[in-house]
């Protein structure tokens, strides 16, 4: 097997790992949220997806009322979303989403990762055009009653796109405008979600060999330990 189905691999295997990342991530989305559209997530449908991302990585739900009640502080920090867009080795794309209440010190650490291990960070626009971005709503498979081709059917009236059956579970994709009207449409019929974000999907691939794929994920992952990055999307060919 090749790096980058490897890479695949361990990147799904560590979906839920690295809980202090995770609940960083998970406490700046319900900052953000609670600043956008109050405290009462009965009101505020950001917030109730950053809740339920909250418990897919098993964040406390004392952890979770204190992160409300500090942004509704209004000394507390403001976190603004970001995003840097650049190229990493041998030419493959990369999009950076981040979430930061200090702009110039993100800035500062994205250009270092890019300059040390590799890549170019460009200007706004410079590879957005090479992603789709969608939503994607992720089920555990035991959380799914009936057939699922039915299921599929049923939910295209809501804005599904495309569907991925896999081991445990399924992936439904939906247009990006179409994101909170699906996310109702689950939530009407009662369908545990363990993962609901926006997603940026690559138009094209990029095909690597072994040792290219290993300099451009050395970029990726230097990018992912920063706090202040959320999501990292490439452009690199990751099948086997």
Do not use: C
Request: charged residues 35%.
């Amino acid at each position: 097997m090749g790096r980058a189905f490897e890479y695949r691999k361990a990147r799904k295997m560590k979906r839920w790992a690295g809980m202090a990342k995770a609940f960083t991530k998970v406490g700046r989305e319900i900052n953000i949220a609670v600043k956008e559209g109050g405290p009462d997530p009965d009101y505020n449908p950001r917030l109730r997806l950053a809740i339920n991302n909250a418990k897919a990585v098993n964040m406390p739900k004392a952890n979770v009322e204190a992160a409300i009640k500090r942004a509704t502080d209004k000394d507390s920090s403001n976190y603004e979303e970001v995003t840097f867009e650049g190229y990493g080795p041998h030419g493959v794309a990369i999009f950076v989403e981040a979430t930061s209440d200090n702009n110039n010190r993100t800035v500062a650490n994205i250009r270092h990762a890019f300059s040390k291990y590799g890549g170019s960070l460009g200007v706004n626009g410079s590879v957005d055009y090479m992603f789709e971005r969608k939503g994607q709503f992720i089920v555990k498979k035991e959380n799914l009653e009936g057939d699922l081709e039915e299921l599929e059917l049923e939910l295209i009236d809501s804005g599904l796109d495309s569907m991925e059956v896999e081991d445990d579970e399924v992936t439904f994709y939906t247009a990006y405008e179409d994101f909170g009207s699906f996310s109702e449409a689950m939530e009407e019929r009662k369908i545990d979600v363990a993962k609901a974000e926006l997603v940026r999907i690559p138009t094209h691939t990029k095909k690597l060999t072994d040792d290219q794929v290993e300099e451009v994920v050395t970029l990726i992952d230097k990018l992912e330990e920063d706090d202040d990055v959320a999501n990292v999307f490439h452009t690199m060919d990751e099948s086997e």
